[in-house]
C-alpha cells in the first residue's frame, strides 16, 4: 500500500451485501406504499386566466399580475409576470377556483427606458438597470379589484385596463 489510501475499497461481504440489500427492499416497499398518494389529481380545482393589463391607456410593458385568495378561499397567492401588456398563469397550471384579491404592479426603467432593457456595468458586462414601479397603490398594496373563478372553468380571460379617473379603481374585467 503506497500511501493512505488503500488501492482497492474494502469488500462488504456476503453478510454486507444481504444487509444492503434488505435495507433497499424496506425502503422500496415504504416508497410503494406512498405511492399511491403521490398520484392523481393533487390540490384545488384551477382555472387558467389570462388577458390584458394597461395603465391610462398604454399596455404595461413589464409587471406582475398576483391573485391573493380571500372570501374563504384556500389557497396560496398565484401569479404572473405581464409582458408588453398580456399575461396567463397557464404555466403554474392556473389560478385556484374562488374569490381573489388582484394586485398589479407595472416597471419601468428610472430616467426613462423600458423595463428589462439592459445597461452596460461598469465592469464592462451587462446590468440590469434600476426599475420604478408606477402602477398606484389602489392597484397594488390598496387594491379593490377583485375576481371569482368558478368551478367547471378551464379558461377565462379577464382584461384590467387601469385609469386614474376619480378615487376608485378604473378596471374593466371583459369577458
Known amino acids: 500500500m503506497d500511501g493512505p489510501f488503500p488501492a482497492e ?4 461481504g456476503r453478510a454486507g451485501a444481504r444487509r444492503l440489500r434488505l435495507r433497499l427492499g ?12 403521490g398520484c ?42 405581464v409582458v408588453e401588456g398580456k399575461y396567463t398563469t397557464r404555466k403554474g397550471g392556473g389560478v385556484p377556483v374562488g374569490t381573489h ?3 398589479i404592479l407595472g416597471f419601468r426603467v428610472e430616467g426613462g427606458g423600458q423595463a428589462g432593457v439592459e445597461a ?32 367547471g372553468q378551464r379558461e377565462t380571460v379577464k382584461d384590467f385596463h387601469l385609469g386614474t379617473e376619480g378615487s376608485t379603481p378604473m378596471a374593466r374585467l371583459a369577458r
Not at 9 to 12: E, H, I, K, L, Y
Not at 43 to 51: D, N
Open 40 to 81: 392523481g389529481k393533487e390540490g384545488p380545482e384551477r382555472v387558467v386566466v389570462s388577458g390584458e393589463v394597461s395603465y391610462q391607456g398604454e399596455p404595461v410593458r413589464a409587471g406582475v399580475i398576483r391573485f391573493h385568495p380571500i372570501k374563504g378561499t384556500r389557497t396560496s397567492m398565484w401569479g404572473a409576470y
Open 9 to 12: 475499497p474494502p469488500r462488504a
Open 120 to 151: 452596460p456595468a461598469i465592469d464592462g458586462g451587462l446590468a440590469a438597470r434600476p426599475r420604478e414601479q408606477y402602477i398606484p397603490p389602489k392597484y397594488n398594496t390598496r387594491t379593490e379589484l377583485e375576481v371569482t373563478l368558478e368551478p
Open 101 to 103: 384579491r388582484v394586485e
Open 26 to 37: 424496506w425502503v422500496m416497499a415504504g416508497l410503494a406504499a406512498l405511492g399511491p398518494a
